[in-house]
């Protein structure tokens, strides 16, 4: 840490100390997880000829793992990709920072990423998802229903499960994927499962607040500090209520926490370690 990372609060005896990390981090971090759980699957198909670059690919749901699976897959050269979603606002996440692929150094794509998107389409149509090559569902709760996914036909299919740990039995009553992918006309049936922090759903936004509650609460118990505060507000109310991508882009680039310390720390390596608690991977289940 320098000394740009803080400066006094209240008294030159006292600290506020911000993250580097932001929220937009959290949200990218957690999704690479789950793309590259995909983006595994995807190539130990195409080695078994099953799937190839220029197959369809329709993703159903663009809030927040069907757009970061777009860009993940666009980016790896899979030429096809349509994502569907009933929002129409929503085709602004793909020129968005949301959810794009992590960069390696060195990597030669890197500068020009959004140009690696140009092959998503958009569209509000959910007849397109009857007879693509590979179908992602991942909607989750209230999302497709039995009749929508019992006119799916596809080589693959994959479906995002909603839920983490089993630790609720109401959401688990409510949750009827295995329902909706039994009814699929597919042979090859995938579910990508995500956890690791004991939450009760596997969403994106979930896991960030919790990462935050965690952190936060691990921070109030260091010695020095005398509170902390996460610059968080209700995001789905933003996106889908007020429909303002613009405020929803602008919150996000803030640092995610801010603590009120004597004794100045770097907080960011507690944030990551959160993060790296969880996991993604590819289930199959029939």
Request: a negative charge; aromatic letters at 10%.
């Amino acid at each position: 840490m320098n000394i740009q990372d803080y400066d006094t609060g209240i008294s030159s005896e006292v600290f506020t100390v911000k993250s580097n990390i932001r929220l937009i981090d959290i949200f990218n971090l957690i999704l690479e997880k789950k793309a590259n759980a995909v983006l595994d699957l995807f190539s130990d198909l195409v080695k078994k000829e099953i799937i190839n670059k220029e197959s369809s690919i329709v993703i159903v749901g663009t809030y927040f793992t069907g757009i970061t699976i777009a860009k993940y897959l666009s980016y790896n050269d899979y030429n096809d990709i349509t994502i569907v979603d009933i929002y129409p606002h929503l085709e602004r996440f793909i020129g968005s920072k949301l959810g794009n692929p992590l960069i390696e150094k060195g990597d030669e794509k890197g500068n020009d990423i959004l140009e690696s998107f140009r092959n998503i389409r958009f569209s509000s149509d959910l007849d397109l998802i009857k007879n693509a090559d590979v179908v992602i569902d991942t909607t989750g709760l209230g999302g497709l229903n039995e009749s929508q996914s019992e006119a799916i036909y596809t080589k693959v299919f994959i479906i995002e499960d909603p839920i983490a740990e089993d630790n609720d039995p109401l959401l688990n009553v409510k949750n009827n994927i295995y329902n909706r992918a039994s009814l699929v006309n597919s042979y090859n049936k995938y579910v990508l499962k995500t956890k690791g922090l004991d939450t009760k759903t596997s969403g994106t936004m979930t896991l960030a607040i919790d990462v935050l509650r965690q952190s936060m609460n691990e921070i109030l118990a260091r010695e020095g500090v005398l509170y902390c505060s996460s610059e968080m507000t209700f995001y789905e109310e933003i996106i889908f209520k007020e429909k303002d991508l613009d405020r929803f882009f602008r919150l996000i680039e803030s640092p995610v926490i801010k603590v009120s310390t004597i004794l100045p720390f770097d907080c960011d390596d507690l944030i990551k370690d959160f993060i790296d608690e969880i996991h993604s991977e590819i289930l199959i289940r029939w």
